[in-house]
C-alpha cells in the first residue's frame, strides 16, 4: 500500500516555473515507477510524465518535453515535478501516481494516487 501527498501548486503567469513534489508513505518507494498526470476543467486526465524505479528512464508527454523534468530522491520518498516556461494550457489539477509496472503512460496502469494539487497559470 502507499499513500501519496502532492504539494507546490500554485498561481503563477505564463513564463514561470513551479515545482510540485509528491511524498509517498511505505518503505516500497524505490519499487515503483512514479507517474505525474493532469486534468483540466472539462476535459480527462492525461499523462505528464513518468520516471522508473532508480531514476534511470523517464518519458514526458510531448506538450511538456523541454519543458518539464521529473526526478526522484528515493531517501526522501519523494518524486518531483520541475516545471519552466509555464504556459496558460498548463493549467490544471496535477497528480502524482504509483505503479509497478515499468515505465507506464496510461491511467489505468497505476495502481495508487495522490489527491492533487491545483496548478494555475494566468496569461
Known amino acids: 500500500q502507499v499513500q501519496l501527498v502532492e504539494s507546490g501548486g500554485g498561481l503563477v503567469q505564463a513564463g514561470g516555473s513551479l515545482r510540485l513534489s509528491c511524498a509517498a508513505s511505505?518503505?516500497?518507494?524505490?519499487?515503483?515507477?512514479m507517474g505525474w498526470f493532469r486534468q483540466a476543467p472539462g476535459k480527462e486526465r492525461e499523462f505528464v510524465a513518468a520516471i522508473t524505479w532508480g531514476g534511470g528512464g523517464t518519458s514526458y508527454a510531448d506538450s511538456v518535453k523541454g519543458r518539464f523534468t521529473i526526478s526522484r530522491d528515493n531517501a526522501k520518498n519523494t518524486v518531483y515535478l520541475q516545471m519552466n516556461t509555464l504556459k496558460p494550457e498548463d493549467t490544471a489539477v496535477y497528480y502524482c501516481a504509483a505503479t509497478r509496472n515499468y515505465l507506464r503512460t496510461k491511467m489505468v496502469d497505476y495502481d495508487y494516487w495522490g489527491q492533487g494539487t491545483q496548478v494555475t497559470v494566468s496569461s
Open positions: 511505505g518503505r516500497t518507494f524505490s519499487t515503483y515507477t
